[in-house]
């Protein structure tokens, strides 16, 4: 077996957005969360990612502004290294390097050069002990400074970065550890320690979840496992500190967080409400209900006006006042598990799998963007912990995208299986799908596999679930039963069962003539026309653990692996074994515009990828380790664009793109070297000058604006007659930014407005003549104060133009230099005259 | 922030019959008239000119009633014995009528005597009607023949004797004066015609003919006899259509509707059935407390006339547009029209900036509640008389809810005598019910966990609790009477389906693991 270099494992997108607290910048445009290994910039209007901050090579555990410059970030991670951004560029100033794995950070305005971070006991690196430590950020101009000037400030802290804060002024830190309180006060190196009982007598665990500090004043509230909120104050002396409790969450508090003015807390849990309490004025709480999932982090942007709301279904929510969502930023949304298998919607090519409690999520694999989610459930969702909820376990999509078939349950210790099968119709007119019908306990057990396939007729689709009761069940749309006001519905064509055995996987042919249907050791094949038993293959020992037909040529195989660590083909026309080989395959699926197969096989710990065609004895392609773990859900995607890789080990990448879940849920894919110079490739192309969010408007104008920038930069090295332009439009600008009440009556700009619009003839033909004369600064001098007020303004116009061209042009030439120079000279004149005349 | 996401009713498959267009126009009847005759109704006829008075012939008489009528406008009693078939002639002016005694007698429906004497006859005479030209009158007896009398003369014209039996229904052409259908108890149907003196098609109907009757088109001839309906084709020369059987008696009276649209058959089974005429589906089905013999539709489907064997004639009125109006206006009051365009008419004007309303989400009480979990109190509305009489699936529903939420308990404790004899009424209603049983029955074990410790303070709750249990007693049985019934049934299918053997190959032969047999049942509806 041949190990192809060139073919690597990447990451690919779907990482958490929620894990540690994004940040909103002082101007509210812009919102930064850490997202994996990058440091993710978003529009806070539009919702769209502008940029990633790539450097770090590890997790990267918290974003904070820097408070000396409110246009530069730090971001640490647990790689070792604290890095300074600027986030309008994407620009990387400067590398910190620490040394030890960080966990959070915290910085303060009062402490000028230092930041505080959270780091394992040095002693011990494995332990689960953390310390808040002060480093000395050395003043340097390298990229990259050794920050080793460590000094520990308090031991045994909790690596949460909410379970510390700041207080009013930096003048001392506040930390919380399960059931104790901490205050260290930097002035007088003196830390007081406010202890809790591990249960108070109703049962409610005292246990501190979260901290945050007051700004102006001294108290810090501090969130609790039962779901009450402490404020403490007067913690200054040891003994005559006070608290008093607020209780509205019935579980934790997850997050609290004051309002920059201190007028306002802010709370929020598994409840998924946002509460806002008025500060001394306890009593008096606003709720935002029904935020989607429970709240893990809130912050609040540095003039109070935006909320942003961190949930754990990966979405960050902003909201404006406290009132409304003003937008939505969701990632791919991961749970525990993933209960239905990856599918590739047909229509959109999205990825689908459950997400939220009850919704399935269509995730753009191309754009890593969450599309939308579907509710299939349809319920209220009740925020509770402990409570059974419906959860959406398979899903299965037919060849055309036209329909979707979900189940839903619930198991309840004590009660009935609920099972809900739901027949979902694509509707054009939406472009989204929308019930058909519903079933209400299509089975009496568990449903274990569920396919669609092309009925007899080749003209209806027909759907199959087989269940843990031993039965499957064939689907089709009645046409015939419906009444005048409905419209079509599924129902129960064929019940099937097999020796009482409990069928487990179930497959069509490509072409919707044969269903192989697995019963523990035994596959069966039927035709789906008449529901016949045609044939019964097995291998023993070992149940069938994954079933798949042969695709395009190979479509007489089917492909089966059995519990026994076995991977057998078999021939469909002689109904005979053809091959079989013995792995311990996790997971078999196949590539549906294409021969290939994709088996993951589990060794060692390790899954090794194995791609082969089903008639060729040599795999196409074989990947070792490709994760740790088992790999238990993967999806061929098909790609928008073809490849035309010719090698042979790259081939199997160039109709679809192979994506798989590891163990610790991280969605991954294979990519080849072609494709990754491209991505390198375009995602240069797409350096953004401005503010403006990356949307496909954008993407349209901003390309016609190059465009024509490019073309003006042609012309006016040929003609003058272009210059003509930016001078007019300055003059408008110096217009309209003159204060009202400060300019003159109308008709007499009126004229002048007119004629700085006209594109002067003389002016170029000075210009020409005058090519090599230096500007006239005593021209310059004489220009009255305005002009100082304008030359700020012209620089920062010039340096906007230039930097949509970016990096790639040089310093200005000569004759843009010339040219600037003379629009300054002209436009400001008329003013002068103005002034001179209005005096 | 997403909107609160009502309690979502389940919407069951309805029960019973659909309505359909069909329903509602034979629903719309009022209740009965009911009178009182002699003896068995053998016929009634309506008399084609308005007022659309009607004969009923039974036992020795012949009563004439009015359309809105309850006591017979005239009678005619000069019958020696029973008298039959009683028919109006196209005008309305004169009566024709059978009797036990072989002798055929003509009326004048304002006088009392008979106008003339038909004799000649045998034995009794079923059947009478007059000939399209109205000077000749079509009899048919027991004597197996089948007479026409010219009625100025009183004179016998022909006689056909091609019938093997009893002759007892028979109709004449309104659109040719030579034609005429009989039907005979020897199972068949003969269609006359005068101008040849013999039969022209002869139809096998199989079994006794009780009623025949011709389409107004006179294309298409309908008999009815034994269960059977047949509709035979006589521009076909006689070749059979249509066979229905939706009756479980004979049948005994057929008649169309005014338009033609509807075929209507009565018969001993106490049914009458209503036929769509373009597909032959039984379209609508009324009850009668006994055997039909006669059955009538009066001119416009006004009314409804049945005689019965218990010699009750059953009169429906059709209701007038006004009253059933009456009752839907009743149902809702609609606000009025300024009311209701109220500024839906305003056109909005070029420089008007339209602010959008928020479509304002209605919830009902229950969800109202739910979404402020207050969920004893929507249990309460829920379980409110009108919703847990007329909508028990909302009640479930919310129980299903309150089920999910975790906080069904929560909601059934806490009740009072009165809360808790509402809550055990709904579940005694509803229990068996399979619709609802999987959350009624969670329902009812939380309720005896709680209220435990309370049995026996009230005697209200106590008889409750009793009928519960009988209830759920009886259940029990009839479930296991169900599964044993299934049981047999399992036997017979298996005994009675072929073994099948399947090819298998040589692999899996080997292991003797597949000795294939599809043990599938046959396909199975469900409804969703």
């Known amino acids: 077996m041949v190990e192809h270099s060139d073919i690597r494992v990447v990451h690919r997108g779907g990482s958490k957005l929620n894990f540690r607290e994004p940040l909103i910048t002082s101007d509210s445009r812009f919102l930064l969360c850490a997202s994996g290994q990058c440091v993710k910039v978003f529009s806070t209007s539009t919702e769209e990612c502008i940029h990633d901050l790539r450097g770090h090579t590890d997790l990267v555990t918290g974003v904070l502004p820097k408070p000396s410059n409110h246009l530069q970030v730090y971001s640490c991670?647990?790689?070792?290294?604290?890095?300074?951004?600027?986030?309008?560029?994407?620009?990387?100033?400067?590398?910190?390097?620490?040394?030890?794995?960080?966990?959070?950070?915290?910085?303060?305005?009062?402490?000028?050069?230092?930041?505080?971070?959270?780091?394992?006991?040095?002693?011990?690196?494995?332990?689960?002990?953390?310390?808040?430590?002060?480093?000395?950020?050395?003043?340097?101009?390298?990229?990259?400074?050794?920050?080793?000037?460590?000094?520990?400030?308090?031991?045994?802290?909790?690596?949460?970065?909410?379970?510390?804060?700041?207080?009013?002024?930096?003048?001392?830190?506040?930390?919380?550890?399960?059931?104790?309180?901490?205050?260290?006060?930097?002035?007088?190196?003196?830390?007081?320690?406010?202890?809790?009982?591990a249960d108070n007598k109703k049962g409610g665990k005292n246990t501190f979840t979260c901290v945050a500090c007051h700004p102006k004043d001294d108290c810090v509230a501090t969130g609790h496992e039962d779901g009450k909120i402490r404020l403490w104050r007067n913690f200054n002396h040891k003994k005559e500190y006070t608290y008093s409790t607020l209780h509205w969450h019935h579980n934790a508090v997850s997050s609290l967080c004051f309002t920059p003015e201190g007028t306002n807390l802010l709370s929020g849990g598994v409840e998924s409400v946002l509460v806002q309490w008025r500060y001394k004025q306890e009593s008096q709480r606003d709720f935002l209900p029904r935020l989607g999932a429970a709240i893990t982090h809130i912050t609040v942007s540095p003039d109070g006006a935006l909320f942003c709301t961190s949930h754990s279904d990966n979405k960050i929510t902003i909201i404006q006042s406290c009132v409304k969502v003003s937008a939505v930023i969701q990632g791919l949304v991961k749970g525990e598990s993933v209960r239905t298998d990856f599918m590739v919607d047909p229509r959109s090519k999205a990825m689908v799998l459950n997400g939220k409690p009850g919704h399935l999520q269509f995730y753009s694999l191309q754009r890593d963007k969450l599309l939308y989610n579907l509710d299939i459930v349809q319920q209220e969702y009740i925020h509770e912990l402990g409570l059974q909820q419906f959860e959406v376990v398979k899903a299965a999509f037919s060849a055309s995208g036209n329909w979707l078939a979900t189940v839903e349950e619930r198991k309840q210790k004590d009660a009935e299986l609920e099972l809900h099968l739901k027949l979902w119709a694509f509707e054009q007119q939406t472009q989204s799908f929308v019930l058909n019908t519903t079933i209400s306990a299509p089975h009496e057990s568990w449903i274990t596999a569920l396919c669609f396939g092309l009925a007899a007729d080749s003209q209806t689709t027909v759907l199959v679930s087989t269940s843990k009761d031993g039965h499957f069940k064939a689907w089709q749309l009645d046409a015939r039963a419906h009444t005048d006001d409905e419209g079509p519905a599924w129902s129960c064509d064929f019940v099937g069962a097999y020796h009482g055995l409990v069928p487990e996987r179930c497959c069509f042919s490509a072409d919707g003539s044969l269903l192989a249907i697995s019963f523990q050791e035994v596959v069966t094949v039927w035709t789906p026309a008449s529901w016949e038993l045609l044939t019964t293959l097995s291998q023993p020992p070992g149940a069938i653990r994954d079933l798949c037909f042969g695709q395009l040529s190979c479509s007489k195989y089917l492909l089966g692996t059995t519990a026994g660590n076995l991977l057998c083909c078999w021939n469909l026309l002689t109904c005979s074994l053809e091959w079989s080989t013995s792995m311990d395959v996790s997971l078999l699926l196949a590539d549906p515009l294409s021969e290939n197969m994709a088996a993951f096989c589990c060794q060692a710990g390790c899954t090794d990828l194995?791609?082969?065609?089903?008639?060729?004895?040599?795999?196409?392609?074989?990947?070792?380790?490709?994760?740790?773990?088992?790999?238990?859900?993967?999806?061929?995607?098909?790609?928008?664009?073809?490849?035309?890789?010719?090698?042979?080990?790259?081939?199997?990448?160039?109709?679809?793109?192979?994506?798989?879940?590891?163990?610790?849920?991280?969605?991954?894919?294979?990519?080849?070297?072609?494709?990754?110079?491209?991505?390198?490739?375009?995602?240069?192309?797409?350096?953004?000058?401005d503010s403006v969010a990356m949307t496909p408007f954008y993407l349209l104008l901003g390309k016609h604006r190059q465009q024509q920038q490019e073309n003006e930069d042609a012309l006016s090295s040929l003609s003058a007659e272009r210059t003509a332009l930016p001078k007019g439009s300055a003059a408008i600008r110096e217009l309209l930014q003159t204060p009202a009440h400060v300019l003159p009556s109308t008709s007499l700009l009126c004229s002048m407005f007119v004629q700085s619009l006209l594109i002067s003839v003389t002016d170029s033909r000075e210009e020409k003549e005058h090519a090599e004369n230096e500007p006239e600064s005593e021209k310059e001098e004489e220009d009255s104060e305005e002009e100082m007020e304008s030359s700020t303004l012209r620089p920062k116009q010039a340096s906007a133009g230039c930097q949509a061209t970016a990096c790639a042009a040089p310093p200005l030439t000569k004759a843009q230099v010339r040219e600037l120079r003379r629009v300054k000279k002209l436009d400001h004149s008329w003013i002068a005259g103005l002034l001179d005349s209005g005096v | 922030m997403a909107s609160f996401k009502p309690t979502k009713i389940q919407v069951y498959p309805k029960l019973g019959e659909k309505v359909t267009q069909d329903t509602l126009y034979w629903k719309n009847y009022k209740a009965p008239v009911q009178i009182k005759e002699f003896g068995a109704i053998t016929n009634i006829d309506f008399s084609p000119v308005a007022p659309h008075n009607y004969s009923v012939t039974a036992f020795t008489r012949i009563h004439i009633y009015g359309p809105f009528s309850q006591e017979p406008v005239k009678t005619f009693t000069r019958f020696k014995d029973s008298a039959y078939c009683g028919r109006f002639r196209s005008d309305g002016q004169l009566l024709v009528a059978g009797c036990e005694d072989s002798v055929v007698r003509l009326f004048d429906v304002s006088g009392k005597v008979a106008l003339r004497l038909f004799k000649g006859h045998t034995k009794a005479v079923h059947v009478t009607d007059?000939?399209?030209?109205?000077?000749?009158?079509?009899?048919?007896?027991?004597?197996?023949?089948?007479?026409?009398?010219?009625?100025?003369?009183?004179?016998?014209?022909?006689?056909?004797?091609?019938?093997?039996?009893?002759?007892?229904?028979?109709?004449?052409?309104?659109?040719?004066?030579?034609?005429?259908?009989?039907?005979?108890?020897?199972?068949?149907?003969?269609?006359?015609?005068?101008?040849?003196?013999?039969?022209?098609?002869?139809?096998?109907?199989?079994?006794?003919?009780?009623?025949?009757?011709?389409?107004?088109?006179?294309?298409?001839?309908?008999?009815?006899?034994?269960?059977?309906?047949?509709?035979?084709?006589?521009?076909?020369?006689?070749?059979?259509?249509?066979?229905?059987?939706?009756?479980?008696?004979?049948?005994?009276?057929?008649?169309?509707?005014?338009n033609g649209q509807r075929l209507l058959s009565a018969s001993l089974d106490r049914h009458v059935k209503v036929y769509n005429t373009t597909n032959y589906k039984v379209v609508h089905n009324f009850d009668y407390p006994a055997s039909i013999l006669s059955l009538a539709l009066a001119p416009d489907d006004e009314s409804i006339v049945v005689g019965m064997t218990n010699s009750i004639l059953s009169i429906k009125h059709r209701k007038s547009s006004e009253e059933s109006k009456e009752i839907s206006s009743k149902q809702r009051r609609r606000p009025s029209y300024r009311v209701f365009v109220k500024g839906k008419n305003y056109m909005p004007k070029q420089d008007d900036y339209l602010v959008s309303k928020p479509v304002k989400q209605h919830l009902t009480k229950y969800d109202k509640q739910l979404k402020k979990f207050n969920v004893s109190k929507a249990l309460d509305t829920a379980l409110e008389t009108w919703t847990r009489m007329r909508k028990p699936e909302i009640t479930v529903a919310v129980m299903k809810e309150l089920e999910r939420r975790g906080t069904l308990k929560n909601a059934l404790a806490g009740r009072d005598e009165q809360g808790l004899s509402h809550l055990l009424n709904f579940l005694i209603g509803n229990l068996a019910d399979p619709r609802f049983a999987p959350v009624l029955v969670t329902a009812t074990e939380a309720i005896l966990d709680i209220y435990q410790s309370v049995i026996g303070q009230s005697a209200v709750v106590d008889r409750q609790l009793l009928r519960l249990q009988e209830l759920l007693e009886k259940e029990a049985d009839y479930q296991q009477d169900l599964l044993e019934v299934l049981g047999m049934l399992d036997t017979i299918f298996a005994s009675s389906l072929p073994r099948k053997e399947v090819p298998c190959s040589g692999v899996s032969r080997s292991n003797g693991l597949a000795q294939g047999e599809a043990s599938a049942s046959g396909p199975q509806l469900q409804a969703t």
């Open chain 1, 610 to 689: 194995f791609v082969f065609k089903p008639s060729e004895p040599r795999p196409a392609f074989s990947h070792k380790a490709v994760c740790s773990g088992r790999v238990t859900r993967a999806v061929f995607a098909p790609r928008e664009k073809m490849l035309e890789s010719c090698e042979e080990g790259c081939q199997w990448l160039n109709h679809s793109q192979l994506y798989f879940l590891t163990q610790y849920m991280d969605l991954m894919t294979f990519s080849t070297k072609a494709e990754e110079d491209r991505l390198m490739a375009s995602s240069k192309q797409l350096v953004i000058d």
């Open chain 2, 130 to 258: 007059f000939i399209s030209d109205r000077y000749q009158v079509l009899t048919g007896s027991d004597d197996y023949t089948c007479r026409l009398w010219d009625i100025p003369n009183a004179t016998e014209l022909t006689t056909y004797q091609e019938h093997t039996d009893y002759i007892r229904c028979g109709v004449t052409s309104k659109l040719n004066s030579d034609l005429f259908v009989t039907g005979s108890y020897d199972h068949t149907v003969k269609l006359f015609d005068a101008r040849v003196d013999k039969s022209v098609i002869t139809m096998d109907h199989g079994h006794p003919v009780e009623s025949v009757l011709l389409y107004p088109s006179e294309g298409l001839l309908v008999s009815a006899g034994g269960r059977y309906v047949k509709v035979w084709d006589l521009l076909k020369g006689g070749q059979a259509l249509v066979s229905l059987k939706n009756h479980h008696k004979t049948v005994t009276c057929l008649c169309l509707s005014s």
């Open chain 1, 77 to 197: 991670s647990a790689d070792g290294t604290v890095r300074l951004w600027d986030y309008t560029d994407g620009i990387l100033i400067k590398t910190y390097v620490i040394g030890y794995p960080i966990y959070s950070m915290y910085v303060s305005a009062n402490h000028e050069g230092v930041i505080f971070i959270v780091t394992p006991m040095q002693s011990d690196k494995r332990s689960e002990l953390f310390q808040l430590v002060a480093v000395d950020l050395p003043q340097s101009a390298d990229q990259l400074v050794e920050a080793r000037e460590l000094s520990a400030v308090l031991s045994d802290v909790s690596s949460n970065p909410a379970a510390s804060a700041f207080g009013r002024g930096g003048e001392y830190i506040v930390s919380a550890k399960p059931l104790q309180l901490e205050v260290y006060f930097f002035k007088k190196h003196k830390s007081y320690r406010f202890p809790l009982k």
